[in-house]
């Protein structure tokens, strides 16, 4: 069983249109992120929920909107695409936040390729 | 604010050998994680070490150890043995409690030669 599990895994789409990436883990964990992954391979958070609430937004566009509808879904909703969001987007998971944490477990991730 | 700093892009090792990979970090904390992550063109990102910054002990995992000097804020990854499914990118990760993100370095593109 995928313990963090996203899809699609790839997505090609126009410029302009409206697409979601899904995510969900059977972990039981409280956290779940959202990580951008550029042609370099740099790692970026986007997004941090904790128990279905917003954390953290690292300077992401409005375009970029995620929602959590509970604490094992965390999706992804990307308005009015552009050439410069294509890269491969992460979705993981951890448990904890306080004062002691596990390590992230990250889905698969979901190449998104505007043309 | 934490950064991590991976000096090395591209390395590589003959199989069967040993390698050692360099990653440096920047905090004012005391209390953190640190992990070594691969990612294979598989693309799937694979924990495969991580060290608690109040353990003195550096952990260990099979062929996989860290060298954590903590006061020097440097982390390497020791691979021995190389084999070849060890051929990777691999990422040096911060985490401190409580701040919901882990934070990347830039990442050195591991070859194993045959």
């Known amino acids: 069983d995928t313990a963090v599990s996203q899809t699609p895994k790839y997505l090609v789409t126009q410029m302009g249109n409206d697409k979601s990436i899904k995510c969900e883990q059977n972990?039981?964990?409280?956290?779940m992120y959202w990580y951008k992954q550029d042609s370099k391979k740099f790692l970026k958070i986007m997004f941090s929920?904790?128990?279905?609430?917003?954390?953290i937004n690292e300077t992401v566009p409005n375009r970029f909107s995620p929602k959590s509808p509970d604490k094992a879904h965390l999706n992804l909703h990307i308005n009015s695409l552009e050439l410069g969001d294509s890269a491969v987007y992460f979705c993981?998971?951890?448990?904890?936040?306080?004062?002691?944490?596990?390590?992230?477990?990250f889905g698969q991730g979901t190449r998104l390729t505007v043309v | 604010a934490q950064t991590v700093t991976q000096s090395q892009p591209e390395m590589s090792v003959q199989e069967a050998e040993t390698v050692t990979l360099s990653c440096t970090y920047d905090?004012?904390?005391?209390?953190?994680?640190l992990f070594w992550y691969k990612q294979p063109p598989s693309r799937q990102m694979i924990l495969v070490i991580r060290?608690?910054?109040?353990?003195?002990q550096n952990a260990t995992e099979n062929r996989f150890s860290v060298n954590f000097q903590k006061a020097a804020k440097s982390f390497s990854l020791k691979i021995s043995d190389s084999q070849l499914g060890d051929t990777a990118m691999y990422f040096c990760?911060?985490?401190?409690?409580?701040?919901?993100?882990?934070?990347f370095g830039t990442g050195t593109r591991l070859k194993v030669l045959a």
């Open positions: 060290q608690e910054a109040y353990k003195q």
């Open positions: 929920y904790n128990n279905k609430e917003l954390i």
């Open positions: 972990l039981g964990h409280d956290t």
């Open positions: 990760a911060f985490m401190k409690p409580g701040t919901y993100k882990y934070i």
């Open positions: 905090t004012s904390e005391n209390n953190y994680y």
């Open positions: 993981a998971s951890s448990q904890g936040g306080g004062q002691w944490n596990t390590e992230a477990f």
